[in-house]
């Protein structure tokens, strides 16, 4: 089809594509907004399986897409959500497939968290210098606490939680609760009194500090100096558990140990019974089958020992000591009846010699004995006339009078 000769023909050198058209922009938008801090109400926040964040920040008059990548989503501090006031710092891009520029964030901050990051930041630095937050001053949670001090609100979900877990993991552990507001005016003093009290109270072995999620005004009271100086003075080691696992509070940085929730709190300073039962019962096998290698080791070395030559000689050596008292006693006793046998020989033979002496043997003979009344008449020389005497032959004797 022909060109209709009154409009007038466009230069080729001045037309340029989409695509060379949209990478102007791009190199325009970017060049030209390479870090800006913009403020609306997020909107259409979407969390992709990816990882990626992607949303709308808009006001009255306008709406920006936006989107951090997962690399970035990670280091946020608020759960983005429809509706929130938000400050979003981050570069102007051009997304080329639909030709429009977006914003790629690298922060995403409550709006006036600015002062109040400013002085998180001032009372950190001060603490810190302190040594407040030194690793060395951090005491060790007790291993078998017997109660449990809470310092909460007695109306939030969190302290449900902890007391769930608590009685679950183990029934036995006794809770103090120290009932406090956790937000607004006046809350970070009630909770340094709680933790003061308990101190004062001194029948807690370990305390929980914290609250439920929430921003950072929410949290705002664990951040207060009062609230890190009752920490830091407690005698009693201090858990905190505040918000969710991305949120950080000076109260997180003093405390002796930081618990990303107070569910994860009440896990942490307790052991769970069922648990313990399994390592006593693991411990108990152990115990039993170390017992029974070293009584079978000792029931071996024994074997050896018992048949050892070392063992055996005391043995051997009481073996010959007895046979050899028995030949000794042998050898005893064989001189004994020798010496008897001798000493009835020199008895038998003393015996003759004394019957041969014995005067009285002599009246087996024929012979008498003369009896007077002082004495024996041996002699006819000593006898008197008509002296009266006892003649005694070998079978009784008999009166007589000497005459002559």
Known sequence: MPVPSHIPAVP???????????????????????????????????????????????????????????????SLTLTPEDGQKVVVRGSITVYPPRGAYQIDADQIKPVGLGELQRRFEALKQK???????????????????????????????????????????????????????????????EIAAGIEALNAHGTVDVIIVGRGGGSMEDLWAFNEEVVARAIAASRIPVVTAVGHEIDFTIADFVADHRAPTPTAAAQHVVRDSGEILADLGNLWYTLRRRMEEMLRARRDRLSVLSGSYALNRPRDLLREFSQRLDEQARALMSAADRVLELARHRQSALSGRLQALDPKGVLHRGYAIVHASDGLRTRAADVRSRESVRVEFQDGSVRATLNE
């Open 127 to 189: 603490l810190a210098a302190e040594g407040l937050f030194d690793a060395a001053r951090k005491r060790p949670l007790p291993v078998y606490p017997k109660r449990i001090g809470i310092v909460t609100s007695e109306s939030g979900a969190a302290l449900q939680d902890m007391r769930t877990v608590l009685r679950d993991r183990m029934p036995s552990v006794g809770v103090l609760l120290m009932p406090v507001r956790v937000q607004g005016a006046g809350a970070a003093a």
């Open 12 to 74: 080729t050198a001045d037309v340029l594509t989409v695509g060379q058209i949209t990478q102007r922009i791009k190199q325009t938008l970017e060049t030209g907004f390479p870090r800006v801090w913009v403020q609306g109400e997020l909107s259409n926040v979407k969390r992709h399986t990816s990882g990626h964040l992607y949303f709308t920040l808009k006001d009255d008059l306008a709406s920006i897409s936006g989107v951090m990548w997962r690399s970035r989503v990670g």
